[in-house]
């Protein structure tokens, strides 16, 4: 059984940081795209980030200079860390993979989920 467990969120301060964790298991993700995505009340979810099989990796306008995306394919295992984190970056923060390259920020395109971890920002 395929599953993403993300892990990591909590209430922070504003300018403070988190770092998320999603791992993986019931298969290798290794040749996956790996994306994270975030849904705030009463919005669309969003892409936020995501980092291809190769280490590519690319961002959202909005978290650009304060997240960083990553992976260790050993322990199947991707991180979102967030720097400098403000009010408006509270949300649910979903991980996701898929199997086809390109349309990262299409969550449609992206055959596994995990559960969500809640983050918080207090101004």
């Known amino acids: 059984q395929v599953q993403l467990v993300e892990s990591g969120g909590g209430l922070v301060q504003a300018g403070g940081s988190l770092r998320l964790s999603c791992a993986a298991s019931g298969r290798t993700f290794s040749s996956y795209t790996m994306g994270w995505f975030r849904q705030a009340p009463g919005k669309e979810r969003e892409s936020v980030a995501a980092i291809s099989w190769s280490g590519d990796s690319t961002y959202a306008d909005s978290v650009k200079g304060r997240f960083t995306i990553s992976r260790d394919n050993a322990k199947n295992t991707y991180y979102l860390q967030m720097n400098s984190l403000k009010p408006e970056d509270t949300a649910v923060y979903y991980c996701?993979?898929?199997?086809?390259?390109?349309?990262?920020?299409?969550?449609?395109?992206?055959?596994?989920w995990g559960q969500g971890t809640q983050v918080t920002v207090s101004s």
């Open positions: 996701a993979a898929k199997r086809a390259a390109g349309s990262w920020w299409n969550r449609y395109a992206y055959d596994y």
